[in-house]
């Protein structure tokens, strides 16, 4: 971002005359004390006739609107920029921001002091006193910032406040340019646990080979430089004018759908260490962990959303795997409470995907929502952790109603686990495993 301290070119009396009102008012307590005892100086030396103090007066009195005329009158220009690293990152992680002022005219500045506005969130308001920079000189400042909170943070606007040697004035210019840093949820490493009857997405039964087609239905693309030339189909290359190939074969991907319960009414408590801020790490890490993994994946809320939105269903992965983490990162950074009262939403998007695995996080479910939820499973793996809310706040052990859920979804062909308070994912992924290894081991699907 740039700006100039005081803008340059031709100005009109009404804005000469507006910049030096402006001047006036930012005379500093030195500065307005200089001028009430010079004014003060005056009146004595009238009433008394002393002419000596006259004169004191009059120079305690100019001096500081003196400052605030030739701090008005200064031309030269400030450039500030501002560099965030990184633009994402976890809660309770730290980002460094990188100030760099660059005085581009060829006066050099008198004391300039930098502050930069940040959320209370984010920590303290970061300021910098910066003495005399030369004409075309620049100097770098940074300051780090942290959130235990995630959510999206603005920096800036940069205020510059510029100040007379005497420091009698003070001017204060602010620049339009912000940045915004994204603080996700923590995301933790889950162990590769893998069940019975688990698909990978890559192996021999699951290539769908649009080569093995007829004629006719091969989709060709253009030649691209290092492609086999065995692979040219001529018919093609005949009808478009230019080289075209078969396309390689498209290995189907397994899927994996994980279920976000942010009804305002199924959780209890705020802040970092609530139970819907563990949920919403856990996603985090359940979302990474599947990507990593090679599934193509997505995001469901108890609204009915879906994230990203995009491509074959809603799943996104295939293509590029960072991206999509990234996108699905930036969205559990701003997931908030709904209000909605129960999960038929979630279900209508849901129905259908008879092939993927599905991993949902919930918060307090009564009976009727504990049914429909049962009824959403497809004819993939599915798993639940259920938190309950109320023995978060207390820390005590799991409740009666939490324990029947499980039992309810398990009935159902779910693997269900009762998540405690400080529970940690790690754990409770590597036993999900062992609890459906035993109960279902000939369910299609699976999960790693």
Not at 179 to 189: A, G, H, I, K, M
Not at 190 to 200: F, I, M, Q
Not at 347 to 370: H, I, K, P, T, W
Request: with cysteine; hydrophobic share 40%.
């Amino acid at each position: 971002m740039e700006a100039s301290a005081v803008p340059e070119g031709q100005r009109g009396e009404e804005d000469d005359r507006g910049g030096l009102r402006t001047a006036l008012g930012g005379l500093t307590t030195r500065g307005r004390s200089f001028l009430a005892a010079g004014v003060a100086a005056a009146v004595c030396a009238y009433v008394l006739g002393q002419a000596d103090l006259l004169r004191v007066g009059l120079l305690l009195a100019s001096l500081p609107l003196l400052c605030a005329l030739v701090l008005h009158r200064t031309r030269y220009r400030v450039a500030t920029s501002r560099r965030l690293t990184p633009q994402r990152v976890e809660a309770a992680s730290e980002a460094r921001v990188q100030l760099r002022m660059e005085n581009v005219s060829k006066l050099p500045t008198g004391l300039l002091m930098l502050q930069d506005h940040v959320p209370y969130t984010l920590g303290p308001r970061p300021r910098f006193v910066l003495d005399r920079v030369e004409g075309g000189g620049r100097r770098e400042v940074s300051y780090r910032v942290r959130s235990d909170l995630r959510g999206r943070f603005p920096l800036g606007p940069l205020q510059l406040r510029l100040s007379d040697p005497f420091g009698m004035c003070e001017l204060t210019r602010s620049f339009s340019a912000y940045d915004t840093l994204t603080v996700v949820p923590r995301s933790e490493p889950l162990p590769p646990v893998k069940l019975t009857g688990e698909a990978s997405g890559h192996g021999d039964g699951q290539q769908r080979a649009l080569a093995l087609a007829g004629d006719d239905d091969i989709i060709p693309r253009a030649y691209r430089h290092g492609d086999d030339l065995r692979r040219v189909h001529w018919r093609s290359t005949a009808r478009y004018g230019e080289l075209m190939v078969r396309r390689e074969e498209q290995p189907q991907r397994a899927r994996c759908t994980v279920l976000l319960d942010t009804r305002r009414i199924a959780w209890q408590g705020a802040g970092p260490d609530s139970a819907f801020e563990w949920a919403v790490s856990g996603v985090a890490s359940a979302l990474v962990h599947m990507l990593e993994r090679g599934y193509s994946v997505r995001l469901v809320t108890d609204t009915g959303s879906t994230v990203p939105g995009e491509g074959s269903e809603g799943f996104a992965g295939s293509h590029d795997p960072a991206e999509s983490a990234g996108l699905l990162m930036d969205t559990l950074a701003v997931v908030d409470h709904s209000e909605g009262g129960g999960l038929s939403r979630a279900s209508d998007a849901l129905r259908g995907d008879n092939g993927g695995l599905l991993v949902a996080f919930l918060g307090d479910l009564d009976e009727e929502q504990a049914a429909l939820l049962a009824r959403s499973r497809g004819r993939g793996g599915a798993v639940a952790f259920l938190l309950d809310a109320g023995t978060w706040l207390t820390a005590g052990a799991v409740s009666g109603a939490v324990d029947k859920r499980v039992r309810q979804l398990r009935e159902a062909g779910w693997t269900a686990i009762a998540v405690p308070p400080g529970a940690r994912l790690p754990d409770l992924w590597q036993a999900a495993a062992g609890i459906r290894a035993e109960s279902a081991p000939d369910t299609p699907g699976g999960w790693t």
